[in-house]
């Protein structure tokens, strides 16, 4: 594995966990909440955003128009039965999610849920790193780069990890931050 094929999988390990920080919800209604939803659309998961229209009327309010209307009742169930918090109102054409304020009981789980979701991240940094540190003490046993060679390569593999839980870290700050913020 070279430096390169590394450092982009670590960046896709920070886009994964941003992308999960952004299904946390803060108090304002946000469409990507609903990014983990799944809905067992003729026996097949299926993201809720492959079967309706997402949008936010206002800051506290989350609409879901589907495109096809006998979704309405298994998007609605899928909702009501996944870890998003929200009660699903439905009028037979549109649901809508109220977004309550948060508690702070609730801001408290929440950011008990950032903290799990970057340490999923930093765990596959470091499982690329393994893995990219396994691959030059392949190519150092077989001869195909020198010891010294080896050991700037898995310096310059820990600056890169480094690197990269640092910026998942800040990530967890400024959500923690937008959690903590009322």
Known sequence: MKLADAEDHMQKA????QRSF???RTGRANASL???VMVDYYGA???????ATIGTPDATTIS????DRKSLNLIEKAISLSDVGLVPSNDGAVIRLNIPPLTSERRQEFIKMAAK???EGKVAIRNVR????????????SSEISKDE??????????LTDKYITKIEESLAAKEKDLSTV
């Open 14 to 17: 920070v886009e994964a966990t």
């Open 22 to 24: 952004n299904t946390i």
């Open 34 to 36: 609903l990014d983990r």
């Open 45 to 51: 998961p299926t993201p809720i955003k492959s079967l």
């Open 64 to 67: 879901i128009q589907p495109f």
């Open 117 to 119: 979701f970057a340490e």
């Open 130 to 141: 393994r893995d990219a540190v396994d691959s030059i003490r392949k190519q150092e046993k």
């Open 150 to 159: 080896s050991r700037d390569l898995q310096d310059k593999m820990q600056k």
